[in-house]
């Protein structure tokens, strides 16, 4: 069980305020999310527009491999970060993040078990988790146990920005292997790679469902830098490699149950480059002006604005293209200079 707890278990830490997230990266020569029901775990891409698709089911993996690794516990494991010898099932999930075997919850009540789970699942805070355990194991926890987390915190599935191009030199992989004396085995494969594609992800951080999960405020706070690093991180795989973060916006509103919403929708790329030969950032050009018009609109709502932007990002406002600097000042423009931070994902 992790020690670094941050729920909000006595009330001193709440979350009160709605955020809205916006969470933009790129993909050169990779495979942002394949889909593991197709032939040779195929990037997902949408028949109609062709462009990528990334489910949040992809993000929130890196996410939670970024907790492991900050030393957060995590409910839903990645198999390849667990000290267990074999797969854990759901009963094994729960002792494992909390550190209670079955024997002991009999001492306690499911409501206590319940606080004991999220003070530790650092990712069902977030993300909620469907309980099901072993018929033995539920009469154990107790009724007072909730089958059901929802978790406040929730992404939609992103499509890219741009049509993409599956790389068309996508290689036979070939594996050989000893299978005892001097016998030899070969496998082969063939690597589905994606030329490039710019993908806006659009999440809700939702107060409301907060208390549910013991959501607190240093919770949300972490996401300010989790979700950067966790990109950076958990793409370091053959497969994942050319993955970069390039802008992270977290807007935090001061009116009761608000947000805007899908400001994602007013991000689109504005580069006379065809989507056809874009190969990396250099090529893009983000136009935020829609974004920046609806912070305008609502800016007596909006009491922050968190942001952190690639060196390498191209934006354009009102015509004029420039980087983070260009940027930022377009965002005090909108909602004030007061409201608006910049943050350093490796910042202490």
């Not at 941050?6 to 916006?22: K, M, P, Q, W």
Request: a negative charge; one cysteine or more; glycine letters at 8%.
């Amino acid at each position: 069980m992790s020690e670094n707890t941050t729920a909000d278990v006595d009330g001193s830490d709440s979350l009160n305020n709605r955020s809205e997230i916006v969470f933009a990266y790129d993909a050169e020569d990779t495979n942002p999310n394949g889909n593991p029901l197709s032939a040779n775990d195929k990037p997902r891409i949408d028949e109609t527009t062709g462009t990528a698709v990334v489910t949040d089911v992809r993000l929130k993996r890196y996410l939670r491999d970024q907790l492991t690794d900050d030393g957060y516990g995590v409910y839903i494991q990645n198999p390849t970060k667990s000290d267990a010898d074999s797969v854990l099932d759901r009963d094994d999930l729960f002792s494992a993040v909390t550190e209670l075997e079955e024997d002991d919850l009999g001492d306690m009540t499911g409501s206590e078990a319940a606080e004991r789970f999220l003070s530790t699942a650092t990712d069902v805070r977030y993300f909620g988790a469907t309980c099901s355990f072993s018929s033995d194991f539920q009469s154990a926890i107790g009724d007072g146990f909730p089958g059901q987390f929802i978790g406040p915190v929730q992404f939609s599935h992103a499509r890219s920005l741009n049509t993409v191009v599956q790389k068309s030199e996508s290689k036979q992989l070939s594996t050989v292997v000893s299978s005892g004396g001097d016998a030899e085995q070969g496998t082969f494969a063939t690597d589905n790679r994606l030329q490039y594609a710019f993908v806006p992800f659009h999440g809700v951080v939702n107060e409301v469902g907060a208390a549910d999960t013991l959501l607190s405020q240093t919770d949300v706070e972490r996401l300010d830098t989790l979700l950067w690093r966790a990109l950076k991180n958990q793409t370091l795989t053959r497969s994942k490699m050319g993955h970069q973060p390039r802008l992270y916006l977290r807007v935090e509103y001061g009116t009761d149950a608000f947000h805007i919403g899908t400001l994602d929708d007013g991000l689109e790329l504005v580069q006379e480059t065809p989507d056809a030969e874009l190969r990396n950032i250099v090529d893009v050009i983000l136009d935020v002006d829609d974004l920046l018009a609806d912070l305008e609109t609502y800016a007596e709502h909006v009491e922050s604005v968190k942001v952190i932007a690639d060196r390498h990002l191209t934006v354009e406002v009102d015509g004029e293209t420039g980087g983070p600097d260009h940027l930022v000042s377009a965002l005090e423009d909108a909602v004030g200079a007061e409201a608006v931070a910049e943050i350093d994902p490796y910042g202490a």
